[in-house]
Every structure is written in C-alpha cells, then in structure tokens.
C-alpha cells in the first residue's frame, strides 16, 4: 500500500487534475508487487517550503514522502525516483535540481486499511 504526498509551492491551479493517476500508474510499474488499486497519493498545493539551496528566482519547489510495506530498497527508490522526478519536472515545470524525496519503508503492523491492520489482513483474519 504506497502512499506518495507530494508538496509543492505551486497553487492548485497550476497542477493537472490528472497527475495524481499518471503518478498512482508510475508508481505501480516502477514498484515491485505494488497494483494501482492499492496506491494513494495525495498532492498538497500551496506550500510554504524553504530550501537553502533555493532562491526566489529558482522558480517552484517540490518534495514528495513516499512511505510503503516494502518496495523501497535501492533499485526500487533509483527506478522509482528518477519517473516521479521526470513526472514532476515535466508536468509541474519544477527544476530537477529543487525536487526532493524520502522513502519511508513502514512494517504491516503501521498499516491499516478497510478498518484493518494490514498484518490482520495478511493472516486472513
């Protein structure tokens, strides 16, 4: 079950109505055993982000959390952070240099969904 929010400093009207499914579709070929049914992303407009490296002249800013039971091991993060990235750059018009990730790899227990813990669902109960 990824969830990926993503914030940016961009105002919601700059943001495609379509991009949480073109990033909910990227993340389920670019993470292993992850089906699109079970992805969430949830995009946060507005933001108040600060970036040392960043100055107004830079243009928007990005960050995405991307927190998941598995699936975030090095080859899955490389894979799944260079699509997201060229997702973000393109659609959002975000320099490559200004988007920022963190991988979050969460245990069943942390996890719940249909009023469930995910380690209930997994033992069938």
């Known amino acids: 079950m990824p969830f990926l929010q993503l914030f ?10 379509n991009l949480g499914q073109v990033l909910a579709q990227t993340l389920s070929t670019t993470m292993r055993n ?7 992303v949830h995009i946060s407009t507005d ?8 100055n107004e002249t830079n243009g928007p ?3 995405g959390v991307l927190r998941s039971i598995g699936s975030v091991e090095l080859e899955d ?13 393109e659609q959002l018009k975000v320099p ?9 790899d969460y245990s069943p227990e942390k996890v719940a969904m249909n009023g469930k813990v995910v380690t209930d669902i997994l033992a069938g109960k």
């Open 61 to 63: 800013l990005a960050y």
């Open 77 to 89: 993060n490389r894979r799944t952070v260079e699509a997201i990235t060229r997702i973000i750059h």
């Open 34 to 40: 992850k089906p699109l049914e079970r992805i969430c």
């Open 8 to 17: 940016t400093t961009l105002s919601r009207s700059q943001v495609p109505e």
């Open 47 to 54: 933001q108040l982000i600060f970036s040392g490296s960043h």
């Open 96 to 104: 490559q240099q200004e988007i920022r990730f963190l991988f979050d």
